[in-house]
């Protein structure tokens, strides 16, 4: 693995791209002066990898807090979603433009499809995604986006992507922890040269109670949250953890002055289940 030292480090996308390798997730994160002022402060801490999504609802304080720090957008990486009313060619044509005009930015970094296989499209997704995907296409050749991707997408979901793109996606952002690998998943992303994105990188909040993690960290000089994000990283994986406290932002940066030995990095990927699982993209109600 590469040696990665600070936030600014990358990794590089199969297109050339240059992608931060720890971004700054907003799931969750309130519309309005938290998600702004969340933004700012992740920024001013040294992020320059931002991900949000339609679905957040609070693109437009994502741009407002990037605005605010004062950062050329040239400087930042910047991450958003389409949803999944919005599959189908013409569909991902607007709501691009219309994240944009949210975000008050002429282009994104990268543009995922949020969900494979959305309950509105569940007897034609294979038809809708090949669709939606010659219209991501279409994005990347016009500027609007410098990368394209997808998440929460299984192997069998990226083959029938496949079968029409002219394009691999670069990314696949999964929920991806100590509590759920996905080994599957990310050996096929792997193969295929496209980047795992990890969000949610901390599992569910159950994570800070497992025993083994405590000891571990302290073991390390480091909290629970760094020692997860570090695992993270030395599995190549790119994390996106969230929070819209000034302390965890600036803590969760402070991952990169610390190694897990082998033996440890054995012991973390063990705790399958311990903070939550996967959502199945087939059965989900969304």
Not at 38 to 44: G, L, N, Q, W
Not at 47 to 71: F, L, P
Not at 109 to 133: G, M, Q, S
Not at 185 to 190: F, S, W
């Amino acid at each position: 693995m590469t040696k990665i030292s600070s936030l600014t480090d990358t990794y590089t996308l199969s297109n050339g791209v240059k992608i931060p390798v720890v971004g700054f997730g907003t799931w969750q994160t309130p519309d309005g002066e938290v998600a702004k002022e969340s933004v700012k402060t992740a920024i001013e801490a040294g992020y320059r990898h931002i991900d949000t999504a339609a679905a957040y609802g609070n693109e437009d304080s994502v741009g407002a807090g990037i605005k605010a720090s004062g950062i050329k957008r040239d400087d930042l990486f910047l991450t958003t979603k389409l949803w999944n009313e919005d599959h189908g060619y013409e569909a991902t044509m607007k709501a691009m433009d219309k994240s944009l005009s949210e975000l008050d930015v002429d282009y994104v970094d990268l543009y995922l499809i949020h969900w494979p296989n959305p309950e509105k499209f569940r007897d034609n997704w294979k038809e809708v995604n090949a669709e939606t995907w010659r219209a991501m296409e279409q994005l990347l050749k016009a500027g609007k986006t410098r990368a394209i991707g997808i998440s929460n997408f299984r192997q069998h979901h990226i083959d029938e992507l496949l079968k029409t793109s002219n394009v691999t996606p670069m990314v696949n952002q999964i929920f991806l922890n100590p509590s759920e690998l996905q080994p599957e998943v990310v050996a096929y992303n792997d193969a295929h040269n496209i980047l795992s994105e990890a969000y949610s990188p901390l599992g569910t909040g159950k994570i800070f109670g497992v025993p083994e993690l405590k000891d571990m960290a302290s073991g390390y000089g480091k909290t629970v949250a760094q020692l997860v994000l570090r695992w993270s990283l030395q599995h190549g994986f790119l994390p996106l953890p969230k929070s819209v406290h000034a302390d965890r932002i600036k803590e969760n940066t402070n991952i990169f002055d610390f190694e897990i030995s082998d033996s440890d990095m054995k012991t973390i990927d063990g705790l399958h289940g311990l903070a939550g699982e996967a959502t199945d993209p087939d059965t989900a109600n969304f």
